[in-house]
């Protein structure tokens, strides 16, 4: 790779970074190339050497978004554990990654679609990250015979939704007020939906 390669991937990374700060910290309403170029050192017209506008960048930090949330539940949960329990536990740290990062929750449930990004697979992967995350517990209880597929897919939908829900409730009306209480209510809901 020749220097100015690098140089550019290097810039291109400052861009990129400056957008998952803003987002971490303050959520998309400020997100703009003006603030974007500002915290990664640049001027804006430099943005747009590397990128078409700002959503080019929040598509980008989704993609990475995604990424790290995969790598902090792997870190969150024990490789030995297999089916239903490993899926509460993975749903757990997917649930404690939104309420650490409570922008990254915004950016991905509370905003509007044309806000983010007008490219289908990037909704549709946001929309099935818990099931993505849970894939191989989902196939192992299909093969164990612990479910069928069309159950398997039935409890993947009420846990989308259910764990919207309450990351909504917690982390907008903190309702409940305590974390432990969020915390004890998640985990009950999910024994409700995947204890049979």
């Not at 810039?11 to 990664?40: H, M, P, Q």
């Not at 899926?87 to 404690?96: G, T």
Request: charged residues 30%.
């Amino acid at each position: 790779m020749v220097k100015k390669e690098i140089q550019e991937q290097r810039i291109r990374g400052y861009f990129i970074e400056a957008t998952k700060e803003l987002l971490k910290g303050e959520g998309l309403k400020s997100v703009s190339v003006r603030n974007i170029a500002d915290r990664a050192g640049y001027s804006y017209a430099t943005l747009y050497n590397y990128f078409n506008d700002a959503k080019d960048l929040i598509f980008v930090c989704v993609k990475d978004f995604q990424v790290e949330c995969a790598a902090f539940v792997r870190n969150e949960t024990t490789p030995d554990m297999h089916g239903i329990e490993k899926i509460k536990a993975i749903i757990n740290a997917y649930v404690k990654y939104f309420v650490q990062y409570p922008g990254i929750f915004e950016l991905f449930f509370l905003e509007k679609v044309a806000d983010i990004s007008s490219k289908q697979s990037t909704i549709e992967t946001i929309y099935y990250l818990a099931d993505s995350l849970c894939y191989e517990e989902w196939a192992y209880c299909i093969a164990e015979k612990i479910m069928t597929k069309k159950e398997s897919d039935s409890l993947k939908a009420q846990i989308r939704n259910e764990v919207a829900g309450l990351l909504l409730f917690y982390i907008n009306r903190r309702q409940p007020e305590k974390y432990q209480d969020f915390v004890n209510l998640t985990q009950n809901q999910l024994n409700r939906i995947l204890d049979r």
